[in-house]
């Protein structure tokens, strides 16, 4: 059973960077073929924002949306991947979730943006 746990500041000042880390255990983020190791978030009073993945290769894709301040990134060592969102703003407040596919989630972090 893959089981994923996202780990990070639950508040960050606007302006600096949010860094999220997702830990998987029950499997590797290498297996191949494997859906892809996406992060997820979700604003106060919102739906669901797909903000990028990983792939079990190590390529990374983004939702335009986020695309200019996302970076996502892995450490196979430690079977972890990781999100960086640069210049945050209050709007960047939601809970963030790391995701093996549609299957299998975190529980999720809050993360607040304020000063």
């Known amino acids: 059973q893959v089981q994923l746990q996202e780990s990070g500041p639950g508040l960050v000042k606007p302006s600096q960077m949010l860094s999220l880390t997702c830990t998987v255990s029950?499997?590797?983020?290498?297996?191949?073929?494997?859906?892809?190791w996406s992060w997820i978030r979700q604003p106060p009073g919102k739906g669901l924002e797909w903000m990028g993945a990983i792939d079990s290769e190590g390529k990374v894709y983004y939702s335009p949306s986020f695309k200019s301040r996302t970076s996502i990134s892995r450490d196979t060592s430690k079977n972890q991947f990781s999100l960086q969102l640069s210049s945050v703003t209050p709007e960047d407040t939601a809970v963030y979730y790391c995701a093996r596919g549609y299957s299998y989630w975190g529980q999720g972090t809050q993360v607040t943006v304020s000063s």
């Open positions: 029950g499997g590797s983020i290498t297996t191949n073929p494997s859906p892809w």
